[in-house]
């Protein structure tokens, strides 16, 4: 299954799946609503990738223009390039929540 459009009541919480997206598997804690674990399945996914793919954005066209308006910090920067490699370790935040990658 590829990474599929998930509601932001979803993304907040009020559901707790596992959904295989492009780059891995994210699995969101929905008693910790603003964290969220995505596994990646190879060395890196791109930002825009890993934005759709656990649920945060709708659509690529919502992801770039998160990224662009500088909506998106990875470890604390904020992040403009939507190709940006997302690697195992990097902690990835749009708006409130956040989405700690983890390696394969």
Same mark, same amino acid.
């Given at each position: 299954?590829?990474?599929?459009?998930?509601?932001?009541? &979803?993304?907040?919480?009020?559901? &707790?799946?596992?959904?295989?997206?492009?780059?891995?598997?994210?699995?969101?804690?929905?008693?910790?609503?603003?964290?969220?674990?995505?596994?990646?399945?190879?060395?890196?996914?791109?930002?825009?990738?890993?934005?759709?793919?656990?649920?945060?954005?709708?659509?690529?066209?919502?992801?770039?223009?998160?990224?662009?308006?500088?909506?998106?910090?990875?470890?604390?920067?904020?992040?403009?390039?939507?190709?940006?490699?997302?690697?195992?370790?990097?902690?990835?935040?749009?708006?409130?929540?956040?989405?700690?990658?983890?390696?394969?």
């Amino acid at each position: 299954m590829s990474g599929g459009a998930w509601s932001e009541d &979803a993304a907040r919480g009020r559901l &707790a799946s596992r959904v295989l997206g492009q780059g891995g598997w994210w699995q969101h804690n929905a008693e910790m609503a603003s964290e969220m674990e995505f596994q990646l399945r190879g060395e890196y996914i791109a930002l825009d990738a890993l934005l759709k793919a656990t649920g945060l954005v709708a659509s690529g066209g919502d992801a770039k223009a998160q990224i662009v308006r500088g909506g998106v910090r990875i470890n604390g920067q904020v992040e403009l390039r939507r190709g940006r490699k997302v690697r195992a370790g990097d902690a990835v935040v749009l708006g409130d929540i956040r989405v700690q990658v983890r390696g394969p």
